[in-house]
């Protein structure tokens, strides 16, 4: 049964950083893209970052560029997310996706599996 976890959400002040660690039980985790994805309060689900199956490849929304960096160990089939700079407005639920395919997809139709999700606070 395929589960992905997320943890390393919390409460930070506007500038700080965090790192989001998803965890992966997919057998095949080597061979799929991964994303993250953020849920605020009142407003839909949206794209942050995406990474290819080797992590040669990466894609970030606008307004996470230059401050989020998306990675990979695909010997601990773990994805992970550092936050930094970070802003009120990144006040979300935060959710770990993969795809059934290897190359970097920023759709959420596009994703097969997702996590539960891990709150991130941005006090100002």
């Known amino acids: 049964q395929v589960q992905l976890v997320e943890s390393g959400g919390g409460l930070v002040q506007a500038g700080g950083s965090l790192r989001l660690s998803c965890a992966a039980s997919i057998p095949t985790f080597s061979r799929v893209s991964m994303g993250w994805f953020r849920q605020a309060p009142g407003k839909e689900r949206e794209f942050v970052a995406a990474i290819n199956s080797n992590g040669g490849y990466t894609y970030y929304a606008d307004s996470v560029k230059g401050r989020f960096t998306i990675s990979r160990d695909n010997a601990k089939n773990t994805v992970y997310l550092q936050m930094n700079s970070l802003k009120p407005e990144d006040t979300a639920v935060y959710y770990c996706?993969?795809?059934?395919?290897?190359?970097?997809?920023?759709?959420?139709?596009?994703?097969?599996?997702w996590g539960q999700g891990t709150q991130v606070t941005v006090s100002s």
């Open positions: 996706a993969a795809t059934a395919g290897v190359a970097v997809a920023v759709r959420e139709y596009s994703y097969t599996y």
